[in-house]
């Protein structure tokens, strides 16, 4: 059973330009959500997609955008990088519907893309 | 207030002491709650989940308190491979939306 996956490992990138990361979930989760981790902190909610669609955004910029494809896997795109953007980006993967639960939605995270931008 | 808070660490134990680490949340409507782990320059991995007063498994305990709005993680018999950054996690409402970590607690456990 394959777990989540991510590409590329790492990245270096310059300011202003332009990055796309991927992810692939989990077999049978229908679920990608995108986290950034600076250094010495834990991460941070990016947005959230499911059934193809944004469906939940935390507190980014416009220039952080992404999309899901129908097989769930999922892209996340950057532009006119700015060196704060340098980070570990992580993929999380999880089911969306348990039910009439509200509990068990555990996220499996991928190994991330260490992007560092000069 | 942040809406997560841990400990600062770090922790330095030896191997075989028993440690335990605090976490704080604000949002007491919070549904979910999970410990996890990750490793220097890795992603993280989940630990544990916490729904009701708490779990143990094998080496590890979880507790929650609700009323205090309080976390805990207890590891027994430290070993070297405990050594890894403890993240506490909430989830702050129903369903399957968006983790909230902590900074996360250094755990070092030394020979």
């Known amino acids: 059973d394959a777990g989540v996956t991510q590409s590329p490992t790492h990245l270096i990138k310059t300011r202003g330009q332009q990055v796309t990361l991927r992810c692939s979930p989990k077999s049978g989760h229908d679920t990608v959500s995108w986290y950034q981790q600076a250094l010495g902190q834990g991460p941070q909610f990016i947005f959230q997609?499911?059934?193809?669609?944004?469906?939940q955004r935390g507190n980014f910029p416009d220039r952080f955008s992404g999309h899901q494809f129908p097989n769930y896997s999922s892209e996340l795109n950057v532009n006119a990088l700015l060196l704060g953007d340098s980070a570990l980006y992580l993929c999380?993967?999880?089911?969306?519907?348990?039910?009439?639960?509200?509990?068990?939605?555990?996220?499996?995270f991928g190994p991330g893309t260490r992007l560092t931008v000069t | 207030r942040k809406e997560v808070e841990q400990d600062p660490g770090p922790f330095n134990v030896p191997e075989g002491a028993t440690v335990a680490f605090n976490c704080t949340y604000s949002?007491?409507?919070?549904?979910?709650f999970f410990w996890y782990r990750q490793d220097c320059r890795k992603e993280p991995k989940l630990l544990m989940s916490?729904?009701?007063s708490g779990n143990e498994d094998g080496r590890f305990t979880a507790q929650l308190n609700r009323a205090s709005q309080y976390i805990s993680l207890l590891i027994r018999d430290s070993k070297l491979s405990d050594s890894a950054t403890y993240l506490c996690v909430v989830n702050p409402f129903p369903g399957n939306t968006p983790l909230v970590f902590g900074k996360g607690t250094r755990l070092s456990v030394i020979a």
């Open positions: 916490v729904y009701s």
């Open positions: 997609y499911y059934e193809e669609e944004e469906r």
């Open positions: 949002n007491s409507a919070s549904q979910s």
């Open positions: 999380a993967s999880s089911l969306r519907d348990r039910g009439l639960t509200n509990l068990g939605y555990e996220q499996y």
